[in-house]
């Protein structure tokens, strides 16, 4: 297929580049669109598929004769997760109660419509085959990001515009991917834009690159060029901290041991999630949670976190007391700076930015109460550290997929906690915010009385303040 874009303007200002856009992808072509967060890389693809209503230009699709076509182009984006599986019912905590998780649907049910033979054959290639039969609800967020790229694929499409598809998934999986899209254009001639805020993640079959930044198109370029001529580093630089203006914890309260686990089970039904899990987190350590997708990982913090009801049946201590106890679970969060796939995916409200840092005040998916004027100051100020200020007034839901992974970054950090509960923090965030926050987590986390437990795939991502590390075994299938 040929994607021709000739002097695009969108009909709305809100849509539009700095400059009329002209761009053509040929046939047989592989391009990455590559730009830090909020450069304008998603409203492109919007754009070359035909859904941004146009005041001057045109974008049109044409086959190999020269006829003009339409479809044939498959866009995945993961901004809603849940709701692109069918499931947007769902609530924030749903997967971890056993008995709503039992009504979710089973996710073999997202290959419904598709043959016996492609769901063997697609299923086989991206190794989820064993997965079918699991809830949907119950998925990893990188089981289901294999799911819906799978999905995606055996729609068999000309063109396939994967947002960031590798950020979430353990190293086999992106060895997986990587090498399942490769196999693909080769023999069926599929043909992959890849829309990236990472150089790292940039295929090593990938033949042409789109520069993004400021809302701006720069001249395309070849892979030679693109790392010859320094765009690669060149496009994403972040703001210095101001390191010695973090805020440190506040009043930590006299304790010990953060979190003893004993022999830890979860279990839904026959799936068993955690088996025999014990580990010990001293106050004042930091420590990198491992395992590949599906081993655990999320389950895990959820106990921790007081969101899974399976912690009362369990020998778990918190703050040097066991749970079950007394205390609530608000009790448990007050102490806590949370961030993770899942809260991610269920933060849909369409609020300001510097409500949603202000929600970390009170653990809520949303502005539960009105905050004091002090409040408000400390958000932003923190805000400001990592430098989302420009963001404060901004709805959470119009900004960018990587925009919105730091506010709720932003939001872990509001009420300087003596836990950080970090899952995948850096996740869809560009190179530049990356170095930045990773500082800021290892400033902050230089306090003795705070602790960290961090979750990543990248192992350039665990932040030097990381001295002690728990891997999870693979989940083994009953």
Known sequence: MRIIVENAVARFPEFRFGK????????GENWAVIGPNGAGKTLFSNLIQGSVALKEGRVVHTDREGNVVSGGIRTLVFRDIYSMSGIQSMYYQQRWNSQDAAESPVASTLFDGFSKDRIEEYSSLFGIHDLLE?????????????FLITRALM???????????????????????DSMLARLGAGKGLQVILVLSQVRDLPVWIDRILPVMDRDVLPPVSREEFFSS?????????????????????EPQAFETVLEMHNVNVRYGRDRILENVGWTVKRGENWALLGENGSGKSTLL?????DNPQAYANDI???????GTGESIWDIKKRIGYLSPDVHTYYLEDISCLKVVSSGFFDSIGLSRECSDEQYATALRWMGIFGAEHLADRSFV?????EQRLVLLVRAFVKSPELLVLDEPLHGLDAGKKRLAKSIIEAYCSDPSVSLIYVTHYRDEIPSCITNFKTL??????
């Open 20 to 27: 009329p856009l002209s761009w053509t992808m040929s046939d």
């Open 134 to 146: 699991k809830r949907v609800i119950s998925l990893s967020s990188g089981e289901l990001r294999k």
């Open 155 to 177: 729609y068999e499409p000309e063109v396939l515009i994967l947002d960031n598809p590798f950020i979430g998934l353990d190293v086999n999986s992106r060895k997986a991917l």
């Open 230 to 250: 320094g765009l690669a580093d060149g496009l994403f630089q972040e703001d210095i901290p101001d390191i010695a203006g973090i805020p440190r914890c506040k």
């Open 302 to 306: 959820s106990l921790v976190c007081g």
């Open 317 to 323: 201590v918190l703050f040097d007391r066991r749970r």
């Open 398 to 402: 119009k900004i960018s997929y990587g």
């Open 473 to 478: 075994p693979p989940r083994r299938n009953p």
